[in-house]
């Protein structure tokens, strides 16, 4: 199985910050690789695809790069409706795995 | 609009059954792939399976956690997708979302849609 590591596992920053997450995959998975939101009690909200492909819908501030094993997310400008937890997925391989997930909190 | 709504959640015994529903609208339920992904109470997101569609002869995925015990199923006339869990274990005790697979194709099978999950509790 490819095991997903993200890191940091928690992230502290403040409305304004430029902030990153990264997600390293144990093997390549070319750019097959999602980016998900989670608030507390609420299902994912899908945010990019493909590694650098944005949902519809999704504020420009999300960005995602990367390919074979290591991956970015980044919000350039982090709102207070981002303090959630963000989790990588990839789908090249099946079990499609998920990283542990990085808490984004306000600073 | 895309809905996916679960049921069939609730608390049962170690060793048993329970089987859980999601009923889907919004849009052409038969077209698509669907998931199941699951949540242990305060931890990450842990990918089920996958149930294909009729042009792929509905087969399965499952993660090696659940294959044997768990049974992905569907039925397209009623937009309905199913998890049977037999064998139940503590640590399956989760919160199950289905989700939409956005399109078949690979690369393109990512997960676009989710429903807000069920609590399944496993305990004696």
């Known amino acids: 199985d490819i095991q997903m590591t993200q890191s940091p596992s928690t992230l502290s920053a403040s409305v304004g910050d430029r902030v990153s997450i990264t997600c390293r995959a144990s093997?390549?998975?070319?750019?097959?690789l999602a980016w998900y939101q989670q608030k507390p009690g609420k299902a994912p909200k899908l945010l990019i695809y493909k590694a650098s492909s944005l949902e519809s819908g999704v504020p420009s501030r999300f960005s995602g790069s990367g390919s074979g094993t290591e991956f970015t997310l980044t919000i350039s400008s982090l709102q207070p409706d981002d303090f959630a937890t963000y989790y990588c997925?990839?789908?090249?391989?099946?079990?499609?795995?998920f990283g542990q997930g990085t808490k984004l909190e306000i600073k | 609009e895309v809905q996916l709504v679960e049921s069939g959640g609730g608390l049962v015994q170690p060793g048993g059954s329970l089987r859980l529903y999601c009923a889907a609208s919004g849009f052409t339920f038969s077209d698509h792939y669907m998931d199941w992904v699951r949540q242990a109470p305060g931890k990450g997101l842990e990918w089920v399976g996958r149930t294909r569609n009729k042009a792929n002869r509905y087969t399965t995925e499952y993660a090696a956690s659940v294959k044997g015990r768990f049974t992905i199923s569907r039925d397209d006339s009623k937009n309905s997708l199913y998890l049977q869990m037999s064998s139940l274990k503590t640590e399956d005790t989760a919160v199950y979302y289905c989700?939409?697979?956005?399109?078949?194709?690979?690369?393109?099978?990512?997960?676009?849609?989710w429903g807000q999950g069920t609590l399944v509790t496993v305990s004696s």
């Open positions: 093997q390549s998975i070319s750019n097959w």
């Open positions: 997925q990839q789908y090249n391989s099946y079990p499609y795995t």
């Open positions: 989700a939409r697979v956005h399109q078949q194709y690979s690369g393109y099978d990512y997960l676009d849609y």
